[in-house]
């Protein structure tokens, strides 16, 4: 072996992080392909259509989930140089937009990548949505026989996120301890028939928040557990819904303050800025309660050590 071919083999990382997102419109014109998609290749209506664009168009045109993705790939990286330098590439994969989960599956092997750990961007692990990860991902390295993919399912209970939701409600203590709030912690809802078979979903999001209240000192009278954001596809969805349970509690439990945290996201996305920021406040306004929200992990520091602890632990 040459010294070039000698040095080259030592610098290119040979283990890869493939964080893996849903994935946004980057602009209007990518509603539709992306809607379709999401909708497993069925063209949404018109009706459908139109509605998913006007939220993107209430929050400002498109979701900042795609940059902070890419903040998320840069921390990790930064802090897996710092610790492992020379180990790990970072790169990120969506389910639903280009770059796919596949492609960037196929690049990181053509980069001469021989070992791949996949995080869902969903710390609770269901087969309805982080094993649809996994299987992309898998589907891709199919071409690729010798590549080691390490599947990584749920991580919610990892100590730095949990910290990252329990101090932000340690720290409103004066206000969760008053009897006129509550909090709701809640999570994407899913098709009611995915939990009656099987799913781990609910009992992970359910374990998750009263971990966390637990953690923040909160009675179990202090916060609630609720759902949200359930498609528009005519099934029955997981309830309860948050947005009528902040109604029952205003307006029949004299309830004034709500403190939404939506710990069944990392990134402030659609889901967020419209179903919480806009919609759920206004429900709770229009009643004359008030709405305080958790921030998101995002690209936190404390979100960057989740991630580097989970794909640390999972060698
Ligand atoms: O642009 C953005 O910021 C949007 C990001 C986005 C995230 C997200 C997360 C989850 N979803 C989950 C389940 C479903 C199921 C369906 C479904 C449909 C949509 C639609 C949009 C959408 N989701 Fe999503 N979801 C995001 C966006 N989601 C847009 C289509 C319009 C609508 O129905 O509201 C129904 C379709 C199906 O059967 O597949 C189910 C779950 C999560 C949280 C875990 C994760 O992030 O993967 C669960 C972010």
Do not use: C
Request: proline letters at 4%; charged letters at 25%; glycine letters at 6%.
């Amino acid at each position: 072996m040459t010294s070039e071919n000698s040095n080259n083999a030592t610098s290119a990382p040979k283990k890869a992080v493939l964080l893996m997102a849903y994935g946004t419109p980057y602009k209007t014109e990518d509603i539709m392909d992306y809607y379709t998609n999401i909708r497993h290749g069925h063209k949404p209506s018109e009706k459908l259509y139109n509605d998913l664009a006007r939220r993107y168009k209430m929050i400002g045109g498109t979701s900042p989930l795609a940059k902070l993705t890419d903040n998320q790939v840069s921390g990790l990286q930064a802090a897996l140089d710092r610790d492992h330098p020379g180990e790990y590439v970072v790169r990120k994969g969506f389910k639903y937009i280009h770059p796919f989960i596949g492609d960037s599956v196929d690049e990181l092997v053509d980069s001469g990548v021989t070992e791949i750990y996949g995080i869902p961007m969903a710390p609770q692990y269901s087969v309805y949505t982080a094993e649809k990860d996994h299987v992309q991902a898998q589907e891709a390295l199919k071409k690729h026989p010798g590549v080691v993919y390490h599947p990584i399912r749920s991580w919610w209970a990892d100590k730095n996120l949990m910290k990252f939701w329990s101090d932000q409600l340690i720290a409103m203590k004066d206000l969760t301890d008053r009897t006129d709030t509550k909090v709701i912690l809640s999570a994407h809802s899913l098709p009611k028939h995915v939990i009656v078979d099987g799913d781990p979903y609910y009992d992970e999001v359910v374990g998750n928040s009263k971990a966390v209240a637990k953690q923040a000192g909160l009675r179990d009278d202090q916060f609630v557990i609720a759902w949200q954001s359930a498609g528009r596809t005519g099934e029955e969805w997981i309830g309860p819904d948050f947005k009528e349970t902040a109604k029952d509690l205003i307006a029949n439990q004299g309830i004034k303050t709500i403190i939404s945290g939506s710990l069944g996201f990392i990134v402030d996305n659609l889901e967020i800025l419209d179903d919480v920021d806009i919609e759920l406040k206004d429900e709770i306004e229009a009643l004359g309660g008030q709405l305080r929200r958790l921030q998101m992990p995002n690209d936190d520091s404390l979100l960057i050590a989740a991630l580097e602890d989970t794909v640390l632990a999972a060698k």
